[in-house]
C-alpha cells in the first residue's frame, strides 16, 4: 500500500555538522510534504514544508529537496546544534481534512 | 508556548475507570485532531473535526468518544479502557480553508492503563 517512511531510524552526527535526514513516499499523487521535528516530552512541532512544484525550499537552517522522480524527500540542517536532537518526522496528507500519514520517525542525536 | 494545550499532562487510570482529555487551541483554526502515538510506531490518526462536526472517525473502538463543542475545544472521552491503549495522545488544529497548511500539535497527555 501506499506508505510514508524514513531510511534510517537514528542519526548521530557531531555538533556543528551537517544533518540529512530522508524520507520516502510512495504515492505518486502526494502534492505537499511537512516535516516535523519532536523533542522529548513534547509533540510534534513543524519545521517547513513543501509543495510539489518546488524541488527546494529552505527556512532558518534548515533546507528540504523533493525529488519526485524518485519519490524522496530530504532535510538537510546547517550547523547541528544541541538543541536539534529530536526526532524528525516526514508527513503527508492524503487527502481532505489532513489525513496526514506519518513515517516512524529518524532520531537525530547530536555529539557536542 | 505551541497554541494548543493539552491537560492533564499525565493521566494513570484504571480498566473500570473513566475519564476525559481536554485539548484547547488559541490559534484561530478550524480543524481539531486526535492522534494516538505508541512506541515504535507511526502517529494514528483518530479523529477529525471540521467546523465542530466529526468528518473522520479512524476505526476508532468505542471506548474512545470524543467531543467538539466548539471550533476552540475538544475532549477525548475515555472508558473501560485497555492497557494497550497506554500511549500519548496528541491534540492537532489546523486552519482548513488555507488550503494544504500544517498541524499545529499539543504536547500531549500521557496515559497509562493499569
Known amino acids: 500500500g501506499e506508505s510514508v517512511g524514513l531510511h534510517l531510524p537514528t542519526l548521530s552526527v557531531q555538533e556543528g555538522d551537517n544533518s540529512i535526514i530522508n524520507c520516502a513516499y510512495s504515492?505518486?499523487?502526494?502534492?505537499?510534504f511537512i516535516w516535523y521535528k519532536q523533542e522529548s516530552g513534547k509533540g510534534p512541532q513543524f519545521i517547513i514544508d513543501?509543495?510539489?512544484?518546488?524541488d527546494k525550499r529552505q527556512g532558518q537552517r534548515v533546507t528540504v529537496l523533493l525529488n519526485k522522480t524518485v519519490k524522496h524527500l530530504s532535510l538537510q540542517i546547517a550547523a547541528t546544534q544541541p538543541g536539534d536532537s529530536a526526532v524528525y518526522f516526514c508527513?503527508?496528507?492524503?487527502?481532505?481534512?489532513?489525513?496526514?500519514?506519518f513515517g516512524t520517525g529518524t532520531k537525530l542525536q547530536v555529539i557536542p | 508556548e505551541t497554541g494548543v494545550t493539552q491537560t492533564p499532562r499525565h493521566l494513570v487510570m484504571g480498566m473500570t475507570n473513566k475519564k476525559s482529555l481536554k485539548c484547547e487551541q488559541h490559534?484561530?483554526?478550524?480543524?481539531m485532531y486526535w492522534y494516538k502515538q505508541s512506541a515504535k510506531k507511526p502517529l494514528e490518526l483518530m479523529f477529525v473535526?471540521?467546523?465542530?462536526?466529526?468528518?473522520e472517525n479512524n476505526s476508532v473502538p468505542s471506548r474512545f468518544s470524543p467531543e467538539c463543542p466548539n471550533s476552540s475545544h475538544l475532549f477525548l472521552h475515555l472508558h473501560t479502557l485497555q492497557p494497550e491503549d497506554s500511549a500519548l495522545y496528541l491534540c492537532?488544529?489546523?486552519?482548513?480553508?488555507?488550503?494544504?497548511?500544517?498541524?499545529?500539535f499539543g504536547n500531549g497527555t500521557r496515559l497509562t492503563v493499569t
Open positions: 492537532a488544529s489546523s486552519q482548513e480553508d488555507r488550503g494544504n497548511s500544517p498541524l499545529h
Open positions: 504515492n505518486s499523487a502526494s502534492d505537499y
Open positions: 513543501i509543495r510539489s512544484n518546488m
Open positions: 508527513a503527508e496528507p492524503l487527502g481532505g481534512y489532513q489525513k496526514v500519514t
Open positions: 490559534l484561530g483554526h478550524n480543524a
Open positions: 473535526y471540521s467546523l465542530e462536526e466529526r468528518v
